[in-house]
């Protein structure tokens, strides 16, 4: 036996630097210019009360009389604005980054619910199989069947016919999280629960029952870690998603309240001002939000090319 | 009282085309610090006996008659958790191949303190150092180094070391080795294997050889039992079956061995396949393939086409075949005339 000098493990770091992902992130501009671009988003978004230059929800800073003022490059600009107002005086940069920050929110949000649902019903469904199989996989079937917008419909009369407007207004991002994130969560059962079939009759899943561990901590412990990788593709694309579908149901009314806009709901408010000329209350947030899903939507594909071994070994 | 005894185990599987019988009337026993070998063809029912021995058959197939009796408690009839106490603990598994035993994404530290957590109250200092202890034992290099490292990182030869530390990691009785060295090449298999051997014997630890290495059979049990196509055929002292076999089965896979063979002729085999369990000839359900089954009058035996063949004593062994039991009752008829 030779005496080697306790080689200490590579850190962390030093795996991700000598991993595929890394080797194949650095080669790959367009994966860098969207991690790039939603980064950027995310901490403008999320700094969004330290980099607005007014609080659109403090109606003291609101004037109404600058309304539907041209962002800088048009005549008739006012230099406080830099993107210029909406209709009721807000200036819409500021209104921007927050309304970015709740769609970012809303978007991750109910994917985290999404995928919590998912994964414990998906794992349930193909280890557990059976009775428990047949009725998780249904009640995905029935919950599929229903689109978001009539579950969205359905739950916000219901909601602001018991507790009233007002009550919705106040918590409707917990509302749109929860509504976007019941909507979906097949999604991530169906995918996890094709890993988990896959998965379960390999050796190490014999050999940790043989060990006498618990089906809990077999699945989530052993069978969960092999099955992220799908999860992780899905999640991207599950964000994007979640996002637009937000930004739909506001634009139908149906999500954030005018006073803490999402983009959604910034576009549908400009939307109701692109006859008269004020095209820019609704097409700004617009192109934002195209910028936004698109960068996370590239990431997505890019993951996907890179965790899918069939693609770069064939 | 033996440690493990295994008396009329009956184990199906319930599929759409009816229910196949995948081991009936296997019995035996394992004396502590015994070696057992069971040897058969693949599809004989050597795994599925192994993991019946755990209650871990998995759907469709489940054990439909007899007992499996650990120390005098009943396994098949045992709660989940109390068969969670056994797993592992008190018998343990090892797999035919190291490359899939293990997870691949925890490294072996994590793999080890997480098997002795579940059954001992211990911290994970604690349980690292006893999983270090147990890869000393089975004199990996600089064991340290591998509580860190992962599966992939490691050669086949060294997971079965690994997989054989983890078996030993809770101090076991029984051992139940399924096709421990199928998987390696030929020099990793006999030092696996004499590693295997040496530890059961330092430990005290019974070993189920499940194997279809004759060889392999023969240098480390004490007794074994000859499968085929879910029934034990032959069974007694692994010297007394090597060295005179009975069944016409285990006489025909002694004489399929390379070194029984004259040198430039061809190896001897035995004709045809194994039948499928769901469609077994009737009577003896190795008479298609035998070349016993005419009597000495130059007529096919009747019994062997129609009756399942019952246990014979024969010497210290007991064979299921007519043959070896109508030359039996013979002598005994002409003991007696005489």
Redesign the interface.
């Known amino acids: 036996m030779t005496t080697s000098t306790p080689a200490k493990a590579p850190s962390r770091w030093e795996r991700l630097r000598d991993s595929f992902l890394w080797y194949s992130f650095k080669r790959d501009r367009t994966a860098q210019l969207c991690l790039a671009v939603f980064i950027c988003l995310v901490i403008a978004a999320f700094s969004a009360p330290l980099l607005a230059p007014t609080d659109p929800y403090d109606l003291r800073q609101i004037d109404i009389l600058a309304s539907e003022l041209p962002p800088f490059w048009i005549a008739g600009a006012d230099e406080m604005y830099t993107l210029g107002t909406d209709a009721q005086g807000r200036d819409l940069l500021s209104i921007i980054l927050y309304g970015t920050r709740v769609s970012l929110l809303i978007g991750f949000g109910a994917v985290a619910l999404q995928a919590l649902l998912g994964v414990t019903f998906g794992l349930m469904a193909g280890y557990l199989g059976g009775r428990v199989d047949a009725f998780l996989m249904r009640l995905a079937d029935i919950q599929l069947s229903f689109s978001t917008l009539m579950v969205a419909i359905v739950v916000g009369a219901v909601v602001k016919a018991t507790m009233g407007s007002a009550f919705y207004s106040q918590y409707a991002v917990l509302m749109l999280i929860l509504i976007i994130g019941l909507a979906e969560w097949p999604q991530y059962a169906r995918t996890v629960r094709a890993s988990v079939l896959a998965e379960k009759n390999k050796e190490y899943v014999d050999a940790a029952r043989v060990m006498g561990l618990r089906s809990r901590r077999i699945m989530f412990r052993h069978v969960l870690p092999n099955t992220l990788s799908p999860i992780f593709v899905i999640s991207t694309v599950q964000i994007a998603n979640a996002i637009i579908s937000e930004a739909a149901l506001s634009f139908l009314g149906l999500g954030m309240p005018e006073t803490h806009p999402s983009l959604g709901s910034l576009i549908k408010a400009g939307f109701d001002y692109i006859q008269s000329g004020s095209w820019w209350i609704t097409l700004i947030p617009g192109a934002v939000l195209i910028v936004l899903v698109l960068s996370i939507n590239l990431l997505g594909d890019w993951l996907r090319d890179v965790m899918n071994p069939r693609l770069y070994k064939g | 009282m033996a440690l493990l005894e295994v008396s009329q185990l009956d184990v199906r599987f319930a599929l759409r085309q009816g229910e196949v019988r995948a081991l009936r009337d296997v019995n035996f026993t394992l004396e502590r610090g015994e070696r057992l070998g069971i040897v058969g063809e693949s599809g004989a029912g050597k795994s599925v006996a192994a993991f019946s021995l ?1 209650n ?1 058959i998995a ?1 469709p197939g489940f054990i439909a008659g007899g007992s499996i009796k650990f120390e005098g408690k009943t396994l098949n009839t045992m709660s989940e958790r109390g ?7 008190r018998i ?2 090892i ?3 190291p490359m ?7 490294s072996i530290g994590e793999q080890m303190v ?2 002795l957590k ?2 001992r109250r211990i911290s994970t200092k604690e349980a690292r150092g006893i999983a270090l202890d147990k890869l000393r034992q089975v004199q990996i ?2 064991p ?2 591998r509580l ?2 992962y599966p992939h990182e490691l050669s086949g030869g060294m997971r079965q070391r690994i ?1 054989i530390a ?1 078996a030993l990691l809770l101090d076991p009785d029984i051992i139940i080795a399924d096709e421990p060295t199928t998987a390696l090449d030929v020099t990793i298999q006999a030092e696996i294997m004499a590693l295997l051997l040496e530890l059961c014997e330092q430990h005290n630890v019974g070993l189920i050889l499940i194997t279809h290495d004759l060889g392999v059979v023969s240098q480390v049990t004490q007794r074994m039992l000859v499968m085929y196509a879910g029934r034990v055929i032959e069974q007694g002292p692994t010297r007394e079956i090597i060295n005179d076999p009975q069944h016409p089965y285990t006489q025909g896979l002694i004489n399929a061995l390379p070194q029984m063979a004259t040198p430039g002729e061809k190896l001897n085999q035995i004709r045809g396949s194994m039948p499928s369990l769901s469609n077994l000839p009737s009577g003896c359900a190795f008479h298609p393939r035998c070349d016993f089954i005419n009597r000495a009058d130059g007529q096919p035996r009747p019994a062997c086409t129609q009756q399942v063949p019952d246990f014979v004593d024969s010497g210290n062994c007991r064979v299921a075949c007519h043959m070896v039991a109508e030359m039996l009752e013979d002598r005994r008829l002409k003991e007696e005339s005489l």
């Open positions: 755990l871990l759907k068969l969670r106490k056994v797993r592992g603990n343990s598994m797999f035919q191949d899939m035993t293990l997870n691949p994404v925890l997480e098997c579940a059954h290099p600089s340290e180094k860190d490292q997989i983890i």
